[in-house]
């Protein structure tokens, strides 16, 4: 175990589904991240938050809504996806912009 | 925009050779970079991180090496063991937003 915990690791849904992925992390970091990971593809970027607040957003649709209730956990709500939208979504955390990122287990999505 | 590519998407090497795994970067400026492992069913996890004030850093059985003036990055992995089995990414730090931005990974294999 990292000190990042995502759940669930898998996920199966439709696409007019409505679900949540969580992650928490208890190691004092103050910044929080949600990676999208696909075949081929490098790690892209989705969210930013410093401090429980939400300083990054590159341009991802609105089906996809981070929340950040405080500094040690994270969740990504989901709604009305599409098939392009399976991947692999991880979730990490920093001491800051300029420290190494921890990076939990990740979600396997699956959009059906 | 950010590039970051690796130069073989796959390695194999031999049980107790060691492993060279290569990295270029297109942004001059970035100063902070981290190779991580992600084995399969994992998250990337930490190897090893370098700043630009540095041409060389050492770890356990890990090397990275910068070289800003072709902005290469290089991991080399002496005597590779079946368990270095794994896709290796390097990641920059660079701008604007103060990102790390991700290669695509080097799958390596090792060969018992």
């Known amino acids: 175990e990292t000190g990042v915990t995502q759940t669930p690791r898998h996920l199966v849904m439709g696409m007019t589904n409505k679900k949540s992925l969580k992650c928490e992390q208890h190691?004092?970091?103050?910044?929080m991240y949600w990676y999208k990971q696909s075949a081929k593809k490098p790690l892209e970027l989705m969210f930013v938050y410093n401090f429980k607040e939400q300083t990054e957003n590159n341009s991802v649709p609105s089906r996809f809504s981070p929340e950040c209730p405080n500094s040690s956990h994270l969740f990504l709500h989901l709604h009305t996806l599409q098939p392009e939208d399976s991947a692999l979504y991880l979730c990490a955390s920093s001491q800051g912009e300029w420290y190494g990122y921890t990076f939990g287990s990740g979600t396997r999505l699956t959009v059906v | 925009g950010e590039s970051v590519g690796l130069h073989l998407p796959t390695l194999s090497v031999q049980e107790g050779d060691n492993s060279i795994i290569n990295c270029a970067y297109s942004n001059s400026a970035s100063d902070y970079f981290i190779w991580y492992k992600q084995e399969s069913g994992k998250g990337p996890q930490f190897i090893i991180d370098?700043?630009?004030?540095?041409d060389k850093r050492q770890g356990q059985r890990v090397t990275v090496l910068l070289n800003k003036t072709v902005k290469h990055l290089s991991l080399q992995i002496a005597a590779t063991q079946p368990g270095d089995s794994a896709v290796y990414f390097c990641a920059e730090m660079g701008f604007p937003g103060n990102q790390f931005y991700f290669g695509t990974g080097t799958s390596l294999t090792v060969i018992p």
């Open positions: 190691l004092g970091h103050n910044a």
């Open positions: 370098i700043r630009s004030n540095m």
